[in-house]
């Protein structure tokens, strides 16, 4: 099992980064895919999440309206497009993955859930 997050990067405050999450090893289609980050002496925190099928996606109040989650089950991949960059969006960002084909996360906040597999973080820094 891997989940391998990469495009994390320096951005400038108004800036944008696209990170990618790309899976192997699990029933990819059967899972719910979150985003995650964690800043220097802060708890981590739930950032986004998509359904297996797309049909959901769930963003955190601190990035809505600025990030946006997509999924491509082909390439078992998922998406993190961040635009309109904040200094406090620094932090390494984490792609994980929970069990989820009948929709049962998505009852609460579906970045609250115990994941079942985590991949290594991707630094993201925004400063000018």
């Known amino acids: 099992v891997q989940l391998q997050a990469s495009g994390g990067g320096l951005a400038q405050p108004g800036g944008s980064l696209r990170l990618s999450c790309a899976a192997s090893?699990?029933?990819?289609?059967?899972?719910?895919i979150g985003w995650f980050r964690q800043a220097p002496g802060k708890e981590r925190e739930g950032v986004s999440c998509i359904s297996s099928s797309e049909g959901m996606t769930y963003y955190a109040d601190s990035v809505k309206g600025r990030f946006t989650i997509s999924r491509d089950n082909a390439k078992n991949s998922v998406y993190l497009q961040m635009n309109s960059l904040k200094a406090e969006d620094t932090a390494v960002y984490y792609c994980?993955?929970?069990?989820?084909?009948?929709?049962?996360?998505?009852?609460?906040?579906?970045?609250?859930?115990?994941?079942?597999?985590w991949g290594q973080g991707t630094q993201v820094t925004v400063s000018s």
């Open positions: 994980a993955a929970v069990w989820d084909p009948y929709g049962s996360v998505w009852l609460s906040d579906p970045t609250s859930k115990p994941y079942d597999y």
């Open positions: 090893g699990f029933a990819f289609d059967y899972y719910a």
